[in-house]
């Protein structure tokens, strides 16, 4: 079995949204956080890790929105390492988010369960940004009753539809305050990025964020998952080119291409879902018929 931390997170006024909502890029801070208080309580905090001339960074992130979470309630994080570490040069870390206020056992999981998440790890020379094997007392640290023989198989990260011609590409910089400890771009500056991206998609297609307000509609993720490929570094200019997958009755999956302008070479790629609900009960509705339509140009075909 391997070893479990949790980590509660009280909510802030300043981690939520206009919906009144942990936004969505908050989660991946939880996650990390926890990872990186997880790993000190194993044994292997900040200082460990630079005696070693080691660190981890993230390469794929995965998270499920299953309920909001508002200010003032308290989200705890609990976390465990979800491979083998049989690969020795990465490692899945697990994460359930469960509020403290419906968190008791005799709530039903649905209720209580306000997100999942996994952020896979490689393990890297400091000064090199090589993989290098996990040690073994590092695996036993982590699991002290010893590793499963096998890891869980995989997804690969879902390969997006090609660009259609309308797609939507817009640039960003990279400033000093999106910087991480490493001097990348931290992790969770790319969610909200592709949101502020999506948001301007809408409004470029004829759907400003304030049509959907008036109609009473709000639209929330579901799911995102995020591949990163390179780092982006201080003043990079971002090319992002974001199109629809596809629309069903209440939701839509939408990539993200993040590019370094010099270059073109492709730093991330993300996938989301978008789900459209009501906004006074939060229950799905069905998305307008003209909506379809209007992102034509922004739908990919497969």
Known sequence: MPRTFTRPFHIRYYECDPYGHVNNANYLRYATQAALEASADAGYDAAKYRELGMVWLIRE?????????RFGETLNVKTWVGDSLAERVRSRREYEMTLASTGDPSTALGTSLAARAYTDWVYLDAQTLQPARIPEEMIAAFFPEGAPAEAPKREPFPEPPPPP??????????????????????????????????IDAAAHAGWPLQSSTEAGIAILAREHRIEYLKPALLSDELLITTYIGEF?????????LIRRASDSELLARTRTLWVWVDAATGKPRPIPTEVPHDFAGQLAHR
Request: hydrophobic letters at 40%; a positive charge; charged letters at 20%.
């Open 248 to 256: 069903r009755r209440v939701s839509a999956t939408r990539y993200c």
């Open 61 to 69: 992130a995965g998270i499920e929105y299953l309920r909001p979470a």
């Open 165 to 198: 011609p309308g797609a939507f590409t817009t640039q960003r910089r990279v400033a000093w305050h999106h910087l991480d400890t490493a001097g990348h771009m931290n992790s969770a500056w790319y969610l909200s990025l592709i949101e502020d991206v999506a």
